[in-house]
């Protein structure tokens, strides 16, 4: 079985630019999930999906980041523009229920 | 708001030895799930083992177990036997147990050193 690939593994920008990560899960898996994770830190939730639908985006700083679901399966998450604190790994994870199954990540650096 | 707390930023073990990560949280809820995950350095997360809230019995998986105390609302890890692989870093996660159970609130995690 096929797990959660995510691209691109690792991004370096300038603040101010945009990027885009994308995240195909598992197929099969209702629920996406896309995590924030500051070094030595725990994974923050960031935005749930079910299907193609929003079931949470409370934590998303809607002003400057954006997710979509096309589909129901792949996801996109757009950050615009980047500041400073955005550096982190940004972490996609699909789940059937209640376990979650996590990409490798993509990490950020903005400079 | 569900808060998990993991109070050793890094633990150190012998290969062979058995040592005991930390876990509490805090919620209103009575059922529940809770995790440990597993994050070895740049490789993805993999749960490790998981305990539902009614469920007095204490999970097992093969050489990891838990101490669940729900009233102290505590939940340590127990890795038995440690060996080279066991090394990375272990987040604590609580989730609710209805149809949103995957989403998860993590710990800051703690990050496990084998010595061989």
């Known amino acids: 079985e096929a797990g959660v690939a995510q691209s691109p593994r690792y991004k370096i920008i300038e603040k101010r630019q945009s990027v885009a990560f994308w995240c195909n899960p598992i197929s099969g898996h209702a629920t996406l999930y896309w995590y924030q994770q500051i070094l030595g830190q725990g994974p923050k939730l960031l935005i749930q999906f079910q299907n193609n639908g929003v079931v949470d985006d409370s934590q998303l700083p809607k002003d400057r980041f954006s997710a979509e679901r096309l589909k129901g399966v792949d996801s996109t998450l757009k950050i615009q523009p980047a500041k400073l604190e955005d550096s982190a790994v940004y972490l996609c994870?699909?789940?059937?229920?209640?376990?979650?199954?996590f990409g490798e990540g993509s990490r950020l650096t903005v400079l | 708001a569900q808060t998990v707390t993991q109070s050793q930023p890094e633990m150190s073990v012998q290969e062979a030895e058995t040592v005991t990560l930390s876990c509490t949280y805090d919620t209103s809820e009575s059922d529940y799930y809770l995790f440990w995950y597993k994050q070895p350095p740049s490789r993805q997360m993999i749960l490790v083992i998981r305990?539902?809230?009614?469920?007095?019995q204490n999970a097992t998986e093969n050489r990891f177990s838990v101490n669940f105390q729900k009233a102290a609302k505590s939940f340590s890890l127990k890795i038995s036997d440690s060996q080279l692989g066991d090394a990375a870093m272990y987040f604590c996660a609580y989730s609710y147990r209805n149809t949103n159970a995957g989403k998860s609130t993590f710990g800051d995690g703690t990050t496990l050193t084998v010595k061989p």
């Open positions: 994870a699909s789940s059937p229920r209640w376990e979650l199954f």
């Open positions: 305990q539902e809230a009614y469920k007095q």
